[in-house]
């Protein structure tokens, strides 16, 4: 078959780019991302070959070759794993298959330092190949069937495609050299960066052994194994130096960067398991993804399983890196048995606990790497509460707001922190949503609390209503809104306060009745309030009804809010109120007690139905 010529995605051709730009300081990552494919290739063959013993097709001996040709100027990596048919060539390097794909390259800038901490957030990979070579061949057969294919390109926006022959199963890579990239034509170079990079890969990484001849290393015939080929996470935790365990991390997140933290622990007993797990540096692109896999691999007795087993770690914890080996699941274990495995459930929730466990240590000995996550993955783990009842209370402690102790958009204030500062007569957590921070900083229904120096949670997250409503309390003090239901504040009220609110509130009978009977059915009732010192007005949600700021999140999302109407609360003192209340045109107070509707539904972030009357009404109100 004649070969076809192809082009690349409009984003691998981006990539492409960048790679060869932006990291090219960072020339050893090629062999590291080549071997680890080969690495994930042999995985998926162990897998595969659990259910189909035909694949290894009589060669059960996995391994990775690595060669090179001083005279072709090549080097070759070549693995015997599970291979690929021509489609899936196509889907795996032809094109970036995930979403998110344009936003992370609309966060691209040109900055070589900056792009290149992206790039390791999105994955480098097999077009790392490009840093050093300006032509790249893959050869590939997948096991099982008979025809192979040749995948070529020069990395300029096209690539060639051809069936070929292929006598065993599996890849080749060969990188045509660049011209000055001649150091890694030398057994001592490549050696080093596999002993460095790829040391605890599970399967043998082979080449030939050299001699001397000549004053230059020449091959032999005789293979060596170079690295250790032994379960990394198997080992003693004194013999893994913390460069192993970043490597290692590298190896299984395809991540360009060192991780936060790991953990690191193996659990006897009724269920045995090995785990090392990582926390990332920097969110992935695509994290808020929530139908994205999860990146934990799974083996058994140190055959690998399944990669992205989402039974074991939860999604509020998608972010997690790692691998869980058990000495207690069948080795014919399959997704199937995975979704109603007990044991599996045991394996995660101690999983769990250990991810938490890891986190609270970050946040005690550690803060300021504890506000770099925080940063980076706070509003996943928001998500949490709602997610996983058992460890509630532990994901609560982690939780950061901003509030109105420091008054910046900073998420630095824990639960705990907001606690220790309460009021000797405080009895809730008082919080309020908004669409943003400035919405929520700036809402009058703060007005009272900062009077009388009451700490209030500013959230604006989209993900923070999600949370409230899981999230009711915290070491037995209610979380409660300061924008839903009457406002009590109880013994933080002195008796005087209490009368004198009556006393406004008996004066002010006559004026609710008429803003009442202007406004209709715009609103569920109108009151005096105990929240305003300065504004005109508020908009208040009944006790059960959602917030506002949750309607409007569904209504933006699509989706049908259960129908409610908000509560008016006035300021009687305030002057545009008695000024209100002085009209004795009955159509200009309508069209004031509109107005102040209009405005107190702007102040929290909502949406006019009818701008055109609310301009007008102001118009008016100026001339």
């Known amino acids: 078959m004649a070969a076809e010529h192809l082009a690349f995605q409009a984003e691998v051709k981006q990539l492409l780019q960048l790679m060869i730009h932006s990291l090219y300081s960072n020339k050893e990552i090629v062999l590291r991302e080549l071997i680890s494919n080969a690495s994930d290739a042999a995985d998926k063959l162990r897998f595969e070959g659990l259910s189909n013993g035909a694949l290894y097709e009589n060669d059960s001996d996995l391994k990775i070759r690595i060669s090179f040709d001083k005279a072709a100027r090549t080097v070759t990596i070549s693995d015997?794993?599970?291979?690929?048919?021509?489609?899936?060539?196509?889907?795996?390097?032809?094109?970036?298959?995930?979403?998110?794909?344009?936003?992370?390259?609309?966060?691209?800038?040109?900055?070589?330092?900056?792009?290149?901490?992206?790039?390791?957030?999105?994955?480098?990979?097999?077009y790392s190949s490009f840093i050093i070579a300006d032509k790249v061949a893959l050869i590939t057969?997948?096991?099982?069937?008979?025809?192979?294919?040749?995948w070529e390109s020069s990395g300029e926006g096209d690539y060639t495609l051809e069936s070929v022959d292929k006598a065993s199963r599996g890849t080749d890579i060969v990188l045509h050299l660049r011209e000055g990239e001649d150091e890694f034509l030398n057994d001592w170079k490549l050696k080093t960066i596999i002993r460095k990079y790829s040391d605890h890969i599970t399967l043998p990484i082979v080449m030939k052994k050299s001699e001397w001849k000549d004053g230059e290393q020449v091959p032999t015939d005789e293979d060596e194994t170079v690295n250790r080929a032994s379960a990394l996470w198997a080992r003693a935790k004194s013999d893994i130096t913390e460069e192993e365990y970043q490597e290692f991390y590298k190896h299984v997140s395809h991540d360009f960067e060192n991780p936060l933290a790991y953990t690191h622990s193996r659990v006897e007993g009724k269920q045995e398991y090995i785990s090392l797990l990582y926390i990332p540096s920097k969110a992935p692109f695509d994290l808020y993804d929530r139908e994205r896999r999860h990146g934990i691999k799974l083996y058994v007795k140190r055959v690998f399983i399944m990669e992205d087993a989402e039974k074991l770690m939860p999604q509020y914890l998608r972010f997690v890196r790692g691998v869980i080996d058990s000495a207690d699941l069948p080795l014919n274990v399959s997704r199937e048995i995975?979704?109603?495995?007990?044991?599996?459930?045991?394996?995660?929730?101690?999983?769990?606990?250990?991810?938490?466990?890891l986190l609270e240590d970050l946040?005690?000995?550690?803060?300021?790497?504890?506000?770099?996550?925080?940063?980076?993955?706070?509003?996943v783990l928001k998500e949490g509460p709602g997610e996983d009842f058992a460890n509630k209370e532990k994901i609560a402690g982690l939780l950061r707001f901003a509030s109105t102790h420091a008054d910046t958009d900073a998420q630095t204030v824990s639960l705990a922190d907001y606690v220790s500062r309460m009021q000797p007569e405080q009895e809730a957590i008082y919080y309020i949503t908004a669409d943003t921070f400035a919405a929520a900083q700036h809402s009058p229904h703060l007005e009272i609390f900062r009077k009388k120096g009451i700490e209030v949670l500013l959230m604006s997250d989209k993900v923070d209503e999600w949370l409230l409503g899981s999230l009711t309390e915290f070491e037995g003090k209610k979380l409660q809104s300061i924008a839903k239901g009457d406002l009590d504040l109880g013994k933080l009220e002195s008796d005087t306060e209490k009368e004198a609110q009556k006393k406004i509130e008996e004066e002010a009978k006559s004026l609710i009745e008429r803003v009442k009977t202007s406004l209709g059915d715009t609103v569920k009732e109108v009151r005096v309030t105990h929240r305003l010192t300065d504004s005109p007005a508020c908009l208040v949600a009944g006790e059960h009804d959602l917030s506002g700021n949750l309607a409007r999140i569904l209504k933006a999302a699509g989706q049908k809010a259960p129908e409610s109407k908000?509560?008016?609360?006035?300021?009687?003192?305030?002057?545009?109120?008695?000024?209100?209340e002085a009209e004795t045109e009955e159509a200009k107070f309508k069209d004031l007690a509109h107005l102040v509707f209009d405005q107190a539904l702007l102040a929290e972030g909502g949406q006019l139905e009818d701008p055109a009357s609310f301009v007008r009404r102001m118009n008016s109100l100026l001339v």
């Open 363 to 379: 946040a005690k000995d550690k803060p300021d790497d504890y506000a770099k996550f925080w940063a980076e993955f706070g509003r």
């Open 566 to 580: 908000p509560i008016l609360e006035l300021n009687p003192e305030h002057k545009l109120i008695k000024r209100m």
């Open 80 to 126: 015997n794993g599970i291979g690929m048919n021509r489609d899936e060539v196509i889907h795996n390097i032809g094109t970036i298959a995930k979403s998110g794909t344009k936003e992370f390259f609309q966060s691209l800038t040109g900055d070589q330092a900056k792009d290149a901490n992206l790039i390791g957030q999105f994955g480098v990979g097999f």
């Open 338 to 357: 995975l979704q109603d495995s007990r044991d599996v459930d045991a394996i995660k929730s101690g999983s769990v606990k250990k991810v938490l466990g």
């Open 141 to 150: 057969r997948r096991a099982g069937e008979k025809e192979a294919v040749k």
